[in-house]
């Protein structure tokens, strides 16, 4: 099942070769089999991949992994699906992984316009979280960020009614760009008059602690799917 044709591409990613550390090489090669999904172009069986049936939520770019971990850890009753192009970010979430005992996540290291196309179905997820992508703050390059019309069309058309998406930003210009992008889908609805306070499910990432000292702002947005 594919319908990239009807999506433009957007990459709002550069491949950076960064260091992995020890323990995430350890990481990739003793915990990666269980954990590691490898990008195939056909729709994944999730009650297959994750031995049952239950609510699944995708987050892309999850850079390090320590909220998706911390999420997994408090919601056991969720699957959650990561999908990260970083090497050290891939390998420092199946660190995580597999010091917390955790096994509600399965992570994908592949580009995520393809992941959503091609390997997941229509309807098929509870939710999908999207936290500080890329600001790609300079103006000419607005045009690379993640959150534009038609990538927003194909989230949606991923989450079953009722379901949700949850971004955060801690640029203003984006967040609102964010507003105005998603309050013009008509898959989604608001659920607050503009942006959200931070649900308790969203755990505060070193990253946004610092922020937050410096006196650095952030903005989440939580749409429903109707």
Known sequence: MSDTGAHPRIRSYVLRAGRVGSGQARALAEIGPQFMLPYHAAVLDLDAVFGRAAPRILE????????????????????????????????????????????????????????????????????????????????????RRLIQPPLVSLLASRIAPGGYIHLATDWQDYAEQMLAVLSAEPQLQNTVSDYAPRPDTRPLTKFEQRGIRLGHGVWDLVFRRT
Request: aromatic share 8%; hydrophobic share 40%; no cysteine.
């Open 60 to 143: 892309i770019g999850f850079g390090m992994g320590e909220g998706l971990a911390e999420i997994a850890a408090a919601h056991p009753e969720n699957d959650y699906l990561g999908v990260e192009v970083h090497t050290p970010g891939v390998g420092a979430l199946l660190k995580q992984l597999g010091e917390r005992g955790l096994t509600n996540v399965r992570v994908i290291q592949h580009d995520a316009f393809e992941v959503l196309t091609q390997m997941l179905k229509p309807e098929s997820l509870a939710g999908i979280h999207i936290f500080f992508p890329d600001p790609w703050h300079k103006k000419r390059h607005h045009k």
